[in-house]
């Protein structure tokens, strides 16, 4: 049992009577039973004491948030919908030349599981994880930038498949890129910049194609080998300003 509401008191006899409800936020989809009871503590004595329930098949849908939806504070994370599906981006980040957010705690996204367009979580520095976002699967663009306590993006281990472009900038505490691993393709750009304390790649075994690849400034990365099954680079592969690394061993399928 779910949940349950009351719609107050009946009449002895035969009657009708007509109720709304509202599903609590993050409500999963999916099937369940509608169950209705009436004398719910038997205190009215009736002939038959057998017939008071009955139960009905539901399915529950998704709500649509229509356009681009725009979280810039914890108050507004908190106040989200329940959206199961996000038609346009996923804005998280605080407004325009605000140095950081007050965000802590993605939880209240939980029902998201479609982004028809981006999911941009950006200049958030004192969030430590992403926590709410596990139940995404599909997205077309993905940028991670200045979120200084991220130390991996396990949260988004269930998107899947291919993406336009992935940006993964400018996150310091950031030691990889678990989370990434049903990522297998991406048809624009493929960006690793400025992430100081990123030791490899090896979250991306399962990318085989991207448009284009660019691994800048991440000064403790010390392999690639991660990209060993990467067979197609459509443009430019850059690789600069990443003293660690030593070695290009698992590019050779390029």
């Given amino acids: 049992l779910l949940s349950t509401t009351q719609l107050g008191n009946t009449a002895i006899g035969s009657f009708d009577r007509t109720g709304s409800y509202v599903l609590p936020t993050g409500f999963a989809t999916g099937n369940y039973y509608l169950i ?42 908190d106040a989200f919908p329940g959206c199961t599906v996000i038609d346009g981006d996923l804005l998280i980040q605080p407004p325009l ?31 430590p994880n992403l926590h709410g976002l596990e ?39 950031l030691l990889n890129l678990n ?15 400025d992430n100081n304390a990123l030791l490899n790649l090896d979250a991306l075994s399962n990318q085989v194609a991207t448009g284009r690849v660019q691994i800048n400034n991440n000064a403790a990365i010390n392999s690639v080998s991660g990209l060993a099954n990467l067979t197609t680079v459509q443009s430019d592969f850059i690789i600069s300003n990443c003293d660690a690394l030593e070695t290009l061993n698992g590019l050779q399928s390029l």
């Fill in 97 to 127: 030349g605000a140095t950081t957010s007050d965000i802590t705690n993605l939880s209240p996204l939980l029902s998201v599981t479609q982004i028809n367009g981006g999911l941009v979580v950006a200049t958030n520095r004192n969030l």
């Fill in 179 to 193: 989370g990434l691993e049903n990522i297998k393709a991406t048809n624009g750009d493929f960006i690793i910049s």
């Fill in 36 to 77: 209705v009871k009436v004398d719910l503590d038997n205190t009215i004595a009736e002939g038959n004491e057998n017939n008071n329930t009955v139960s009905r098949p539901i399915t529950v849908t998704g709500l649509v948030c229509s356009g681009d939806v725009t979280l810039s504070s914890q108050a507004e994370v």
């Fill in 135 to 173: 139940n995404i699967t599909t997205a077309n663009r993905l940028v991670v930038t200045l979120c200084d306590e991220l130390e991996n993006l396990n949260e988004l281990s269930n998107l899947e498949s291919e993406l336009d472009d992935i940006f993964i900038m400018t996150n310091p505490g």
